[in-house]
């Protein structure tokens, strides 16, 4: 004899919040920058800078992000300014401010 039609549907239900009450306790593991990328990016390696303000905005710290991430910029790291400008565009945990914000044109291969 087969089963009832509902118990399937059940029993998914009791597995799914079983785990959705478990999930809400997880949180990421952020490993730890190695000491000498910290120790590169005060000494103005502007990848290192990038990677530390990556880190700071994975571990929610948005005035050391910001701070990292001008630092990178300043020193004409491409994906702080890419970074920055998308900040700056959509005022996300900065004032929305366009002047910042420098666009050109691209380049064309032909």
Same mark, same amino acid.
């Given at each position: $004899?087969?089963? !009832? ?8 239900? =009791?597995?799914? *919040?079983?785990? @959705?009450?478990?999930? +809400?306790?997880?949180? !990421?593991?952020?490993? !730890?920058?190695?000491? /000498? @990328?910290? +120790?590169? *990016? ?6 290192? %800078? ?7 905005? #994975? =571990? /929610?710290?948005?005035?050391? $992000? ?6 990178? #910029? ?6 702080? %300014? ?6 700056? =565009? ?9 002047? =910042?914000?420098?666009?050109? /044109? ?5």
């Amino acid at each position: $004899m087969a089963p !009832p039609h509902f118990i399937a549907p059940v029993l998914a239900g =009791l597995v799914f *919040a079983g785990c @959705t009450d478990r999930d +809400r306790e997880l949180a !990421p593991v952020i490993p !730890p920058l190695p000491a /000498e @990328t910290v +120790r590169r *990016a005060k000494a103005g390696d502007a990848a290192a %800078q990038f990677a530390l303000a990556d880190r700071c905005r #994975a =571990l /929610e710290q948005s005035k050391l $992000m910001l701070h990292w991430l001008r630092e990178s #910029a300043e020193r004409g790291y491409p994906l702080a %300014q890419t970074s920055l400008g998308v900040l700056y =565009l959509n005022g996300d945990g900065v004032p929305l401010d366009l002047s =910042l914000i420098h666009i050109s /044109e691209p380049t064309r291969p032909y």
